[in-house]
């Protein structure tokens, strides 16, 4: 069976909903060919209010066989291959929209080297397990940014909890800062397993 699979993400994190409004059958395809069901990851997070706002992506490293086009397996409305300092006002903006109280000078822990490595890690996972169902999981960075425990919130498979945890447990972060200092605070992942 030839599976194929792709990441979602807009930001961080990714609106789930939207999908179902636009009428999408990511979960119910009965339309399709087992032999052509994609699995998918996507994340829940913040999306931009502006419909047409920028889009982002990762890129299969290899065409499938028979092709010499490399598909996207992460789209986003954040940058993956930028750092946070790297990113722009607009965008920092829009990756704290996800933090209730973050005060003009503070800012979230963030993967050192940007998103791109946890989602393309994390898109490994599920092409490999095929799992569908909401993963939500929350790693505790401390003022060092090194990752100090995953909590698991939800999950369909103990096998995706697990390798997300694993992911995100082996990553070095930008420290979190409270008002100039690096502090302690969690990063939040929370992405939806599909198949298609």
């Known amino acids: 069976m030839l599976t194929r699979f792709a990441l979602i993400a807009f930001g961080c994190l990714v609106h789930v909903a939207s999908w179902a409004q636009a009428g999408s059958t990511l979960l119910d395809a009965p339309d399709l060919s087992p032999h052509i069901r994609q699995g998918f990851v996507t994340s829940a997070a913040p999306v931009p209010d502006r419909a047409n706002a920028p889009r982002y992506s990762i890129r299969e490293d290899v065409a499938e066989t028979g092709s010499n086009i490399r598909r996207n397996i992460v789209t986003g409305s954040i940058p993956f291959d930028k750092r946070y300092d790297e990113l722009t006002p607009d965008q920092q ?12 000078h503070d800012e979230p822990p963030f993967p050192a080297n940007g998103l791109g490595r946890v989602y393309r890690a994390i898109s490994v996972a599920q092409n490999v397990l095929l ?21 698991v919130f939800e999950a369909p498979d103990p096998k995706i909890a697990r390798a997300v945890a694993s992911i995100l447990m082996l990553e070095q972060y930008k420290p979190a800062l409270c008002d100039g200092t690096p502090c302690r605070m969690g990063f939040p992942v929370r992405v939806a397993l599909e198949l298609r």
């Not at 903006?93 to 003009?104: I, M, N, T």
């Not at 799992?131 to 909590?151: D, L, R």
Request: aromatic residues 10%; charged residues 20%; proline residues 9%.
């Open 93 to 104: 903006a829009l990756f704290k929209s996800q933090y209730q109280r973050l005060g003009p």
């Open 131 to 151: 799992v569908q169902g909401t993963v939500s999981v929350f790693v505790e960075v401390n003022p060092k940014g090194e990752p100090e425990s995953v909590s």
